[in-house]
C-alpha cells in the first residue's frame, strides 16, 4: 500500500523569504503525486501534479514541486511567499490500479505560518 | 468551473442520532469519495464510488455507509452517531480516466455529535 510523509508538522517563513515543503511517498510503481492547498475552513484546492514527464513541475499561485525518485521526494518550493500562502498543505499520492478511482492517500500536513 | 456542493457547512447532532451528509457535483463526474479530517491525521479516505449505485470500502469505513442513486449525488450516512465522529468531512468528484486527474473538493461539513 502507498504511503506519504510530511516530516514537517508547522513550518514558519518570514514573508518574502523561499519556501520549500517536504513529502516523501512510498510506492512501488510509478506513482502519482499531488499537492493541495486547504486555507482556513475551507476545502481543498490542488496546487499542481505529476504524473509523467519532467520532473519539474508548475502549479497555479507560484508554487512548483520537483519529482525525484531516487529520493522518493516529490517537494513544494515557492522562491517568496506572501501572507495570503499562510495555509495547510497536503502531499497526496494516487495509485495507478483503479485508475485513481480508489482514492488518494495523503500525508497528514503541513501548516505554514508566514511571519511580517 | 468545477463546483461540488456540500450541503451542511456546520452540522450538529446528537449521539444515537441517524445523520446524513450530502455532496452534489455538476461535472458528470464517475467518481466520488467520502473523507474525514482530523487534526495530526490529515485526510482518511471512509468511502468511494465509481459511479451510480456502485461502492467501496476506504480506510475507514467502519460506522459509515453511502448512497449513490444518481451520479451527481453522494450521500454519507452516519447509522448511529457517535461522539467519535466528530469530524470535518470532505467530499471530492473525480472524472474517471487517468489516474493523474485531480480530485475536487468541497469546503466540507463540520460535525459535532454531542
Known amino acids: 500500500a502507498q504511503s506519504v510523509t510530511q516530516p514537517d508538522i508547522h513550518i514558519t517563513v518570514s514573508e518574502g523569504a523561499s519556501l520549500e515543503l517536504r513529502c516523501n511517498y512510498s510506492?512501488?510503481?510509478?506513482?502519482?503525486l499531488f499537492w493541495y492547498v486547504q486555507s482556513p475552513g475551507q476545502g481543498l484546492q490542488l496546487l499542481l501534479k505529476y504524473f509523467s514527464g519532467d520532473t519539474l513541475v508548475q502549479g497555479i499561485k507560484g508554487f512548483e514541486a520537483e519529482f525525484k525518485r531516487s529520493q522518493s521526494s516529490f517537494n513544494l518550493r515557492k522562491p517568496s511567499v506572501h501572507w495570503s500562502d499562510a495555509a495547510e498543505y497536503f502531499c497526496?499520492?494516487?495509485?495507478?490500479?483503479?485508475?485513481?478511482?480508489?482514492?488518494?492517500?495523503f500525508g497528514k500536513g503541513t501548516h505554514l505560518i508566514i511571519q511580517p | 468551473d468545477v463546483k461540488v456542493t456540500q450541503s451542511s457547512r456546520y452540522l450538529v447532532k446528537r449521539t444515537g442520532e441517524k445523520v446524513f451528509l450530502e455532496c452534489v457535483q455538476d461535472?458528470?463526474?464517475?467518481?466520488m469519495f467520502w473523507y474525514r479530517q482530523d487534526p495530526g491525521l490529515g485526510l482518511r479516505l471512509i468511502y468511494f464510488?465509481?459511479?451510480?449505485?456502485?461502492?467501496e470500502k476506504g480506510d475507514i469505513p467502519e460506522g459509515y455507509s453511502v448512497s449513490r442513486e444518481k451520479k451527481e449525488r453522494f450521500s454519507l450516512i452516519l447509522e448511529s452517531a457517535s461522539t467519535n465522529q466528530t469530524s470535518m468531512y470532505l467530499c471530492?468528484?473525480?472524472?474517471?480516466?487517468?489516474?493523474?486527474?485531480?480530485?475536487?473538493f468541497g469546503d466540507g461539513t463540520r460535525l459535532s455529535i454531542l
Open positions: 510506492y512501488g510503481a510509478t506513482p502519482y
Open positions: 461535472m458528470d463526474h464517475e467518481n
Open positions: 497526496a499520492v494516487g495509485a495507478g490500479s483503479g485508475g485513481g478511482a480508489d482514492g488518494l492517500t
Open positions: 464510488s465509481y459511479d451510480v449505485k456502485m461502492k
Open positions: 471530492a468528484s473525480r472524472l474517471q480516466g487517468l489516474p493523474n486527474q485531480p480530485q475536487h
